[in-house]
Each structure stands twice: as C-alpha cells, then as structure tokens.
C-alpha cells in the first residue's frame, strides 16, 4: 500500500496565523483527500485534491480559509488561514490505490493559541 | 449525501470475548466499506474492508458482514486481545478515488 509522509507531526500557532501541512506519498496518485478530525471526533472531509485542477472543498469548507496545492501526482499541501482556537484539530491526508483502498497519513496535531 | 451511522460509541469487553460495532449507511450507491483502527495519536489504519458483492469477509480474528438490502455493516473482533483496544471508525465510498464517508467511532476498551 501507499506510505504518506505527512509533516509537520505536530504545532502549536498562535491565532490569526497560518500554517502549511505538507503530504508527500511514495507513489503517483490521481486524487488526495484532506480530512480533519476534531478532538474526540470523527473525520469530516475538507477537499479533494486533483493534480492539475482546482481543489474540490465540502459544504462548510472555503478556499480561502484552507487553500490547497497540488504540484503533481505525489505531493500535496494544505493551508489553515487565519487560525483561531477553533481550528485546533488533527488534519489529515490520505489516497486511494487501486486494490489497497484508502491509506492515511499519521497526521498534523495543530493546536492554535 | 451519504450518512453513516455507527454504534456502540463505547465498547468495553473482557479479554478473550468477542466484539461486535454496526453501521448503518444512507446511499444504496455506496459499494465499498472499509473499517480503519485509529490508535492514540497515530492516523487511521485500515484493518478490513468489502465490497458490496461479497457478503462476508474475514482475515484471521476480524471479519466484517455485509446487509446490502438493509443498509448495514459490522465489524466482528474475536478473541480479543489488549492490543485491540482502540477507536474504531467505519465508513462508506461509492467507489475508488470517490470521498470516504466516515461513522462516529467506537471507542473500544479490552479489559484484562
């Protein structure tokens, strides 16, 4: 199955900044997903990111508050804009691979101050 | 769109027993299920997973049944074990490089 680098691991910002969340996987990929998970909750996608085109976001989700770039077919970056405490989750990545189904990244603790 | 169900939210069970987690899910277009173990700050694992034309598959203590007609999925742990204990999501997809659909999670403790 695919192996995705995620980084960073963890961070702690203070509000009104943003942070970048690089995914890198080990092998070409059409799409990319990008979930967060609330503390103590389930993962909700944020978008879907398809290389060479405009990021597709979920109800609730906005380009401008997570913009996402997709330079090529193994790496992808996620943007939190403007942070505040609310925005304090686990940010993930994932992908699917034809036959191994959806693999996950370890995840971005992110927590906003 | 899809909606995913999913109970127990927590699941307390004597080492050696069996474990059983439902969910139920909204779109019949939905033909792939897969069940994902998520340990303390790690992501997502994927442990067992079907698709809508198999009824039942298994992989050593797990195994996972399908009820297409009545929209529900479960995930069966036996002889379970302290290393089993985890939070457990199930979800649903109509297919490949289509968006997971996630349920609530179980929050699964062995008891030793």
């Known amino acids: 199955s695919a192996v995705i680098s995620q980084k960073p691991s963890r961070d702690i910002c203070q509000r009104g900044t943003s942070l970048t969340i690089q995914c890198q996987v080990d092998?070409?990929?059409?799409?990319m997903f990008w979930y967060r998970q609330q503390p103590g909750q389930s993962l909700t996608l944020i978008a879907t990111?398809?290389?060479?085109?405009?990021?597709?976001?979920e109800s609730g989700f906005v380009i401008d508050k997570f913009p996402i770039s997709r330079p090529n077919l193994t790496f992808s970056t996620l943007t939190v804009s403007n942070m505040s405490p609310e925005d304090s989750s686990i940010y993930l990545c994932?992908?699917?691979?034809?036959?191994?189904?959806?693999?996950f990244g370890s995840g971005t603790r992110l927590t906003v101050v | 769109g899809e909606n995913v169900e999913q109970h127990p939210s927590t699941l307390s069970v004597q080492e050696g027993d069996s474990a059983v987690i439902k969910c139920t899910y909204s779109?019949?277009?939905?033909?792939?299920f897969p069940w994902y173990k998520q340990e303390l700050g790690k992501g997502p694992q994927l442990i067992i997973d079907?698709?809508?034309?198999?009824g039942e598959k298994k992989d050593q203590r797990i195994a996972v049944t399908l009820n297409k007609t009545a929209k529900h999925f479960s995930l069966h742990i036996t002889e379970t074990q302290p290393e089993d204990s985890a939070v457990y999501f199930c979800?649903?997809?109509?297919?490949?490089?289509?968006?997971?659909?996630f349920g609530t999670g179980t929050r699964l403790t062995i008891i030793p």
């Open positions: 990111a398809n290389q060479g085109s405009e990021a597709t976001y």
């Open positions: 079907i698709r809508s034309n198999v």
């Open positions: 979800a649903a997809s109509i297919g490949g490089n289509e968006k997971l659909t």
């Open positions: 092998s070409q990929v059409t799409m």
């Open positions: 779109d019949s277009a939905s033909n792939y």
């Open positions: 994932s992908v699917y691979v034809t036959d191994d189904g959806y693999t």
